[in-house]
């Protein structure tokens, strides 16, 4: 079993939809990141958080540490958010992170 | 801020070559890293440094070697390249303290062993 299992694996959706991704992980952590990766490779740090919740314009992540999940959320979707959406998990002394399988998302105009 | 560049972007090798993929940052960031990307998988860790000098295996460390000489420089060798390492290799980079900080990837190198 991954200890960091993402779901969807692919989304599609309609522009001006809410879309929510989930992470689930099974191991002790400091710091969840939500990372964006677009057609060509880069990738880019979304969020990084221990408790809570975090919003960024359209974009916001929440995590419950007792539960071992977190989830992003994109309001009002758009073409351009269309891109693979990595949760990561860091934790023990170096912090090393462990990476989900990225969940793939196509919004549609 | 250049933020961290790799290089080369695309690279074809020859089984049996050897290359070394560069990865320069300009934050002074203590952590550095090198990762791989296989379709279908999660990024997976090959080597990692706290600091200039220390280097470490990560998950996936056999057919490479790194080393730290420097804060900002960080490079990746292939020695004799083989087909399995045909992949896009991302060097990262971050300020950790314990807390966890965000962390910095560079554009990614595709590398493909024929």
């Known amino acids: 079993k991954n200890e960091v299992e993402q779901s969807p694996q692919n989304l599609t959706a309609q522009e001006g939809e809410f879309i929510t991704i989930n992470c689930s992980y099974s191991v002790g952590i400091s710091a969840l990141h939500w990372l964006q990766q677009h057609p060509g490779g880069g990738i880019v740090s979304l969020f990084m958080?221990?408790?809570g919740k975090k919003k960024h314009g359209r974009l916001i992540a929440t995590i419950n540490i007792q539960e071992k999940h977190s989830s992003l959320h994109i309001t009002a979707s758009h073409p351009r958010d269309s891109a693979v959406y990595i949760c990561?998990?860091?934790?023990?002394?170096?912090?090393?992170?462990?990476f989900g399988k990225g969940t793939k998302l196509s919004v549609k105009p | 801020n250049a933020g961290v560049t790799q290089t080369p972007k695309f690279r074809i090798l020859k089984i049996g070559q050897s290359m070394t993929l560069q990865c320069t940052q300009d934050?002074?960031?203590?952590?550095m890293y090198w990762y791989r990307q296989d379709p279908g998988m999660g990024l997976k860790l090959i080597y990692y440094s706290v600091g200039a000098g220390i280097t470490d295996k990560g998950e996936v460390p056999n057919g490479y070697n790194v080393s730290r000489s420097t804060t900002e420089d960080f490079p990746l060798r292939l020695e004799l390249a083989a087909p399995s390492q045909t992949s896009v290799y991302f060097c990262a980079s971050r300020h950790f303290t314990g807390a966890g900080n965000t962390i910095y990837f560079g554009e990614g190198s595709w590398l493909t062993v024929v």
């Open positions: 958080l221990s408790s």
């Open positions: 990561a998990v860091g934790g023990g002394s170096q912090g090393n992170l462990i």
């Open positions: 934050m002074n960031h203590n952590y």
